[in-house]
């Protein structure tokens, strides 16, 4: 795309639409936007109205996410021809201010962020049967590369390690349907038709495994809802651990990077990919997924991936400027004119 020294609307928007087309626990999109003029810079920040307080109380999987948009809106910028310098926590007196992206002048940002700007618009979480053929190891590395240089790890276990990192998830999926409470919060997310841009739609399918390997997130709790389909899973599944050294919010806003990174390098090559996020709200279960050969490991999210079909797709967001304040700063509001992503989210 030809690059300009200006942020018209046509940028603005390309921005936004792929910043708020990042993956979020239960597709709460806890985020507000914003861009200053003087500094051509595209602020980030948490909106705490749609955080969730059980499945999520120190905000971890929020940081996640922003961290999450922040790449996706490196990636849009790289495309328009911005050299996109991300500033995280810029602010120690505002803590919801989570990060800036500068847009800058020449253009020189890495083609590879370039090559991902088609995968933004196709990378959704599947909830559906894998097909069990194996992703190359040659995928699987640049998945691995892409998370290592955002700051994270992802640890890709052998099948064994894998079994044990499927059992820990199971164990939390447990917990959190035999908890009246946390379901009823995961409920309150489901969204009815036309009830706006946020929340799991409630018409996307949600199989549960027939065999009962592999732990899908159940926002209703238990017993299953009559009439929801129960499928075969893959046998043999494809998982990956991202994790940091680091457990404080700039680490979580680099996991989502790291996180966002790692999805659309997969997406790139046709693979699909779903979050297992159940484990990492629970200490105990959180602690038990650590990869074995890693000392300061901090587990993030589970990733599961393979080959699938592909979900439909939704309408692309928009964005709606605000006017400017006294500082030339820009408030921005972004709106779906079409359902979420099916299956969008953890």
């Not at 991902?116 to 894998?130: G, K, N």
């Not at 993030?300 to 080959?307: A, D, S």
């Given at each position: ?137 040659p995928v699987v590395a640049e998945m ?203």
């Amino acid at each position: 795309m030809t690059h300009t020294d200006k942020i018209n609307a046509l940028a603005l928007e390309t921005l936004l639409a792929a910043a708020v087309a990042a993956p979020s626990i239960h597709n709460t999109q806890p985020w507000r936007f914003g861009f200053d003029l003087g500094t051509r810079s595209v602020t980030v920040h948490a909106d705490r109205s749609r955080s969730l307080a059980l499945a999520d109380p120190d905000g971890r999987a929020l940081y996640l996410s922003a961290g999450s948009a922040v790449f996706n809106l490196r990636v849009a910028a790289a495309h328009l021809g911005w050299q996109p310098v991300p500033r995280l926590l810029p602010d120690p007196y505002d803590p919801d201010l989570l990060a800036t992206v500068q847009l800058t002048v020449p253009a020189t940002a890495p083609p590879d962020l370039r090559a991902l700007y088609a995968a933004v618009a196709r990378r959704h979480s599947s909830r559906m049967p894998f097909t069990g053929r194996p992703v190359p190891e040659p995928v699987v590395a640049e998945m691995v590369a892409g998370a290592r240089a955002e700051g994270a790890h992802l640890y890709v276990p052998d099948i064994i390690q894998t079994r044990r990192l499927l059992r820990v998830t199971s164990a939390a999926e447990l917990r959190n349907a035999e908890d009246k409470a946390r379901t009823a919060e995961s409920r309150a997310w489901i969204a009815p038709p036309g009830a706006g841009p946020y929340g799991i739609p409630f018409t996307t399918s949600r199989p549960l495994d027939a065999a009962g390997r592999m732990p899908m997130r159940d926002f209703t709790g238990r017993p299953p809802v009559p009439g929801r389909p129960r499928l075969r899973f893959e046998r043999h599944a494809q998982v990956a651990l991202l994790w940091t050294v680091g457990d404080r919010p700039r680490d979580w806003l680099q996991a989502g990077q790291a996180l966002e990174h790692a999805l659309l390098v997969a997406t790139a090559h046709g693979v699909r990919t779903s979050l297992l996020h159940q484990a990492m709200e629970w200490p105990d279960l959180r602690e038990a997924m650590r990869a074995p050969s890693a000392r300061w490991c901090r587990p993030q999210v589970l990733i599961r991936f393979g080959y699938g079909p592909e979900a439909r797709g939704t309408l692309t967001p928009r964005a709606e400027a605000h006017p400017a304040d006294r500082r030339g700063r820009h408030a921005v509001r972004t709106s779906n004119p079409g359902p979420p992503v099916p299956g969008d989210g953890d």
